[in-house]
Structures are given as C-alpha cells and as structure tokens.
C-alpha cells in the first residue's frame, strides 16, 4: 500500500474508522475514499457494489458494522446478526467485482469461545461456543472471516482478517444503553458526576477480566496489517494488560474527576468472564500498543466531555 493508492474506508465515522482516517493521515495516506452512511447504506447490494465499482479503491478497510453493548445485543439480536452479515458479504463480493487489490477486515475477540482459561490463540476460532450474549454479533463476525477466507481461496481476493481486543478512545459512541463497556461506563460516571451521586451501578460482579486496547494503536496495527501481512490465518491484535472491571472502572472515574463508588448488579449479565488474546503474531511483526491505559482513558473523557457538553 502506498501513499498515492486510493484507500476507501467503510465505516469511516465509527470508533475505529475515524481512528483509521487520523492515523493514515499522520502516515501520509490523503487519498481516502470517505462517503457518508446516508449517502450509502452497505446493506444495500446493488448501490454498494455500484459504488466500489464507480470509486475503484486499490484497497478496503472494512470497518462498517453495527455495534454495542451486552445490552444493545440482548434487545435487538435480530439487527445485530443481519445488518452484520449483509455488510460483510456486501463489501467482500463487492470487492472481488471491483477488483479491488486488497480488502482487511476486523473482527472482535468475541467470536472466540468462551470459557478459554489462558491467552486465546487464532487457532481457538470454532472450537467452541461463544458467549450467549452477544452470539448474533459474533456469528456475524465469524461469517465475515470465513467470506475473506474462501475468496481467498476461490477468488484469489487478496484479505487480512484481524481480531481486536475491546477497543476504547476518541469518538466512541456516548449512549449509555447501547455503548460499549468504557463509552457506557464513562457516561454514567459523567451523569454521577453532574448530579452529585456517588454510587454508579455496573453490570454483573465487577471481576470479569478486559483486554482494553486505545484504538489509535489499533488503527496503526491495521495499517501495518494492510501494508506487509499476506497471510490467511487472523492476526490477533491485543494489548496484553488485561484488568477486573471494577479496576477499570476506578480508572474511568479518576479520568472523569468523580470519586464514585460502584455497585456492582450480579442480577445483570457481565459477558464471557475472561478474553485475552495472544497476540504472539502481530508483535512478530514489530507492533506493539503505544498507549498506557490511564492516558488513553484520560483522551477518552477529552473527547467524551467536548461532544457531551455540546449536543
């Protein structure tokens, strides 16, 4: 991938894709192809694959997905799963009729098993059940691999498939009931903090362990992926610190100023217990993550409270 290639990023206004479209600027990489959802909806057949064939992108960051929470995938399990395969399947076929000379695309780690004691390796994949609470997402994503996979091997598509720890940073999306765990907590920490409480509720006990990664590092990680990795195996892309929730809770309320206290809520699901990837091969390639977590917290809030105090 060079400078001069024309990059389209899909899902370019999303937690990860913004953080792609800073970090390729910084590397140099100005002409992206950047549309807005309104403009094209990915699940869509017809006007996606119009689309790659009108722009002609050499190569395809495939960041475009519906996400959230245990919450959000508990209430509509139904949209998670479809809009999910459709947008995959969308831009893998529409790539392959595009030629388009290189497509990566980002999984989650939770389409692993659950119940997995130690650093859970790429060859995990399919060897066991996922987490029940948020199966749709995850068979959704498993999908996708397998679409990279097999075109692969029939099509000759170039892919990478990368499976990223929990991701957190800038432009996180701020509902409480439909965020992810950092975004989600953050807020309500933020409203706690406004209305003078100090008890915070968290779902389930507060020990269930997270990988957390900043998604700018991330982003870099992709990037690398795009630029040197050929093979079909999926590259883990992890932090290796993994800490209990109630841990990293006290380090979102340090970011946010609010001396809260937390109570946990085992009536409520937590998700799977333990997820931390091995991620023995990206850092075979040279990348390691470049942001301590209370930094990256701290960016987080930055961000969070410019966006919150203004809508």
Same mark, same amino acid.
């Given at each position: 991938m060079e400078s001069s290639d024309r990059i389209f990023v899909a899902g370019h206004t999303g937690l990860l894709g913004s953080a792609l479209v800073r970090r390729l600027r910084a590397q140099g990489f100005d002409n992206l192809t950047l549309v807005a959802r309104k403009d094209l909806d990915l699940r869509d057949q017809a006007?996606?694959?119009?689309?790659?064939?009108?722009?002609?992108? *050499?190569h395809v960051f495939a960041c475009a997905a519906r996400v959230g929470g245990i919450r959000a995938n508990i209430e509509y399990p139904a949209d998670f799963l479809y809009d999910n395969l459709a947008i995959a399947a969308n831009l893998v076929e529409g790539a392959r009729r595009?030629?388009?000379?290189?497509?990566?695309?980002?999984?989650?780690?939770?389409?692993?098993?659950?119940?997995?004691?130690?650093?859970?390796?790429? *060859?995990?994949?399919?060897?066991?059940?996922?987490?029940?609470?948020?199966?749709?997402?995850?068979?959704?994503?498993?999908?996708?691999?397998?679409?990279?996979?097999?075109?692969?091997?029939?099509?000759?598509?170039? *892919?990478?498939?990368?499976?990223?720890?929990?991701?957190?940073?800038?432009?996180?999306?701020?509902?409480?009931?439909?965020?992810?765990?950092?975004?989600?907590l953050m807020s309500r920490v933020h409203s706690a903090k406004l209305e003078r409480r100090k008890e915070v509720p968290i779902w389930g006990t507060g020990t269930a362990l997270r990988e957390l990664l900043y998604v700018d590092d991330c982003a870099d990680a992709l990037i690398l992926l795009m630029r040197?990795?050929?093979?079909?195996?999926?590259?883990?892309?992890?932090?290796?610190?993994?800490?209990?929730?109630?841990?990293?809770?006290?380090?979102?309320?340090?970011?946010?100023?609010?001396?809260?206290?937390?109570?946990?809520?085992?009536?409520?699901?937590?998700?799977?217990?333990?997820?931390?990837?091995?991620?023995?091969?990206?850092?075979?390639?040279?990348w390691r993550p470049a942001t301590p977590l209370d930094t990256g917290l701290a960016r987080t809030y930055e961000d969070f409270f410019s966006r919150y105090a203004t809508h």
């Open positions: 006007r996606t694959f119009d689309f790659l064939a009108r722009e002609k992108p *050499s595009a030629g388009v000379g290189k497509l990566l695309f980002p999984s989650s780690n939770c389409v692993y098993p659950s119940g997995w004691e130690g650093p859970i390796p790429e *060859s995990a994949l399919l060897t066991g059940p996922v987490e029940p609470t948020n199966e749709p997402y995850a068979v959704a994503k498993i999908a996708g691999m397998k679409l990279c996979q097999t075109y692969a091997r029939q099509h000759g598509l170039r *892919s990478v498939v990368a499976v990223a720890a929990s991701l957190y940073g800038p432009g996180a999306h701020l509902d409480e009931s439909g965020s992810h765990f950092v975004a989600g040197t990795y050929e093979g079909r195996e999926p590259v883990n892309v992890g932090s290796g610190d993994e800490r209990t929730v109630v841990d990293i809770a006290g380090r979102i309320a340090a970011a946010v100023g609010h001396g809260a206290r937390f109570v946990p809520d085992p009536s409520r699901p937590e998700g799977i217990h333990r997820k931390l990837l091995d991620s023995t091969r990206i850092r075979a390639l040279g």
